[in-house]
Nanobody
Framework: QVQLVESGGGLVQTGDSLTLSCVAS????????MGWFRQAPGKEREFVAG????????YYADSVQGRFTISRDSAKNTVYLHVIRLEPEDTAVYYC?????????????????WGHGTQVTVSS
């Protein structure tokens, strides 16, 4: 199975932009659909965005539509999550996910691999 390592989190201010990265290793990156999830303090982990194997289609949670953009770079074995206009409600640990057979989504959370997460804290 693929191993995933996230980076790019940190402490930011309301209105800032941020790009998270997730590097995949140990298997063929293009064999996996990818996704991002997040878990805020005291809440369950929730779906944020997903992208197909060939990057042709992207999917977003309603709550982040228009502010979050998922993309992938096969040459770098990396999936990105670019976020604009950050809000305090975006504070969470952000997790990268990978699956061979389906695109991670709010209905598909039993994925093959998870990263360990990267913390994003948005100050007001």
């Amino acid at each position: 199975q693929v191993q995933l390592v996230e980076s790019g989190g940190g402490l930011v201010q309301t209105g800032d932009s941020l790009t998270l990265s997730c590097v995949a290793s140990g298997d063929t990156f293009s064999d996996y659909a990818m996704g991002w999830f997040r878990q805020a303090p005291g809440k369950e982990r929730e779906f944020v965005a997903g992208i197909t194997w060939d990057a042709r289609h992207q999917y977003y949670a309603d709550s982040v539509q228009g502010r979050f953009t998922i993309s992938r770079d096969s040459a770098k074995n990396t999936v990105y999550l670019h976020v604009i206009r950050l809000e305090p409600e975006d504070t969470a640990v952000y997790y990268c996910a990978a699956d061979r057979y389906f695109v991670p989504s709010e209905h598909r959370t039993n994925v093959d691999s998870w990263g360990h997460g990267t913390q994003v804290t948005v100050s007001s």
